[in-house]
């Protein structure tokens, strides 16, 4: 498996944007609601965080030859990290995520080749290559930035993630709702329907 370039580079660049549009973020403004339900902006820089920390964890994982769960203590530890560091001051936040996204940049440059087809897991538990990492990382970022509310929309994204991300989750339409519905909708002969929860 080759190295992840394109993913990598645009981890970079979104790690980039990132950072530039939280350097002002003040106090108020981490305590407002997310367009997340039930989360705050810091709710949402700290699941960034965990999440470029989770990535560094799995490659130093894969170099070592062994596979790691994603987040120490699974599903709850990662409630309960997200949970801990929300409320911390702007500047707290925001060291903090800028600390974790170039450690996860560090560690995706300098990996050794043949790491990126050694196995890693996910949250749900499922497998997949390390390769894989870049493109979840990147588009962590890429959503979870318009999620902050701070101005970035999708209409922002990247052309090539949109390119790559769009037909996967186009094809996990049908699994989402009614397949005839969805279909009718497609040819003009009815309205969009209503998608489950991915």
């Known amino acids: 498996m080759s190295i992840p370039e394109v993913e990598l580079a645009g981890c970079r660049a979104s790690h980039r ?20 339900p039930g989360w ?51 500047a707290e936040l925001l060291d903090d995520v ?36 870049a493109f979840s990382r990147w588009r962590e970022v890429e959503v979870h930035h318009v999620d902050l509310g701070l101005g970035y929309e999708p209409s922002s994204w990247p052309a090539e993630l949109v390119e790559r991300w769009l037909p996967h989750e186009l094809g996990r339409l049908p699994g989402r709702t009614e397949p005839a519905a969805l279909l009718a909708w497609t040819l003009g002969r009815g309205e969009a329907p209503s998608l489950a929860d991915w």
């Open 17 to 36: 944007r990132l950072d530039e549009a939280i350097a002002g973020l003040t106090d108020e403004q981490a305590r407002q609601p997310s367009r997340l």
């Open 40 to 90: 705050t902006v810091g709710h949402v820089l700290t699941h960034l965080a965990r999440n470029a920390d989770s990535v560094v964890r799995r490659l130093e994982a894969a170099a070592r030859g062994e596979v790691v769960d994603q987040y120490v203590g699974g599903r709850e530890g990662r409630a309960a990290d997200i949970e801990a560091g929300a409320g911390r001051p702007a």
């Open 98 to 133: 800028r600390a974790s996204s170039a450690r996860c940049d560090e560690a995706c440059a300098v990996v050794a080749p043949e790491v990126w087809e050694r196995p890693t897991r996910g949250l749900g538990g499922d497998l997949s290559p390390a390769a894989s990492l």
